[in-house]
């Protein structure tokens, strides 16, 4: 077929449609608005600014990176191990190019990056690639767990680090830390895992229309 034919590229996912792409960036800046007046999150400043006296703007401390996706197979034009393979995955054929509804689930933010977690389907995991958790050094977690949208990054981070501060917050909770309990959100409820690591587990998840298809660059 004429994926075959084409050079690889950097990498596939799910695109959410333009319209809910503002939908999803308003409601993280809001989040965002609402984390900066919080005396919780003032108490831990220091963990973004590295000085306790210091204010942030969040919404300015983090910038947007490119259309909102969540990626599946980053294959970095072939060079990647295992991108020739999974573009030869039979879910991968069939599907490229249909609609997808992706439930997010939580909004996770660190001195690093601001993202979102999407919850997989079954039928979505069958576009997920064999290994990306354990490539990570994350070998314990449910497949499907590093899925997320990098809604924003800090200076001089790559959105490659949403994914691996995702499944740190993971892995502190399948270790048992139950982290902090700050309080109720009107969007859900927030915890806090220290090192500057927030977690809003949303009370309705976010579901978003989002095409299958690859994205060149
Ligand atoms: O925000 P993301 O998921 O993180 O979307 C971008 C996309 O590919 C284009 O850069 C992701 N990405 C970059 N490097 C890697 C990597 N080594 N493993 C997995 N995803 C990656 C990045």
Same mark, same amino acid.
């Given at each position: 077929?004429?994926?075959?034919?084409?050079?690889?590229?950097?990498? #596939?996912?799910?695109?959410?449609?333009?319209?809910?792409? &503002?939908?999803?960036?308003?409601? =993280?800046? &809001?989040?965002?608005?609402?984390?900066?007046?919080?005396?919780? #999150?003032?108490?831990?400043? @220091? &963990?973004?600014?590295?000085? *306790?006296?210091?204010?942030?703007?969040? $919404?300015?401390?983090?910038?947007?990176?490119?259309?909102?996706?969540?990626?599946?197979?980053?294959? &970095?034009?072939?060079?990647?191990?295992?991108?020739?393979?999974?573009?030869?995955?039979? *879910?991968?054929?069939?599907?490229?190019?249909?609609?997808?509804?992706?439930?997010? =689930?939580?909004? #996770?933010?660190?001195?690093?990056?601001?993202?979102?977690?999407? @919850?997989?389907?079954?039928?979505?995991?069958?576009?997920?690639?064999?290994?990306? $958790?354990?490539?990570?050094? @994350?070998? =314990?977690?449910?497949?499907? @767990?590093?899925?997320?949208?990098?809604?924003?990054?800090?200076?001089?981070?790559?959105?490659?680090?949403?994914?691996?501060?995702?499944?740190?917050?993971?892995?502190?909770?399948?270790?048992?830390?139950?982290?902090?309990?700050?309080?109720?959100?009107?969007?859900?409820?927030?915890?806090?895992?220290?090192?500057?690591?927030?977690?809003?587990?949303?009370?309705?998840?976010?579901?978003?229309?989002?095409?299958?298809? =690859?994205?060149?660059?």
């Amino acid at each position: 077929g004429p994926l075959e034919e084409m050079s690889l590229p950097l990498f #596939f996912g799910w695109f959410l449609l333009s319209s809910v792409q &503002d939908k999803v960036r308003c409601t =993280s800046m &809001d989040f965002l608005k609402t984390l900066d007046t919080l005396e919780a #999150f003032k108490k831990h400043l @220091s &963990d973004f600014t590295g000085k *306790a006296e210091k204010e942030v703007d969040l $919404e300015q401390y983090f910038q947007a990176k490119g259309t909102l996706h969540c990626t599946t197979k980053f294959c &970095d034009y072939g060079k990647a191990p295992g991108a020739k393979q999974y573009t030869q995955n039979t *879910a991968v054929k069939e599907l490229y190019g249909s609609a997808f509804e992706l439930s997010l =689930s939580a909004l #996770f933010v660190t001195p690093r990056t601001v993202g979102a977690r999407v @919850s997989l389907t079954e039928e979505q995991l069958l576009l997920w690639p064999a290994d990306p $958790e354990e490539e990570a050094g @994350s070998t =314990s977690l449910p497949r499907g @767990s590093r899925a997320h949208i990098t809604l924003g990054c800090a200076e001089h981070v790559e959105p490659v680090q949403t994914g691996l501060d995702l499944l740190e917050i993971l892995t502190l909770q399948q270790e048992g830390q139950q982290g902090e309990p700050i309080e109720e959100m009107e969007l859900g409820s927030l915890t806090y895992y220290g090192e500057g690591r927030w977690l809003l587990t949303l009370r309705e998840p976010i579901c978003t229309p989002a095409c299958f298809s =690859s994205f060149y660059g």
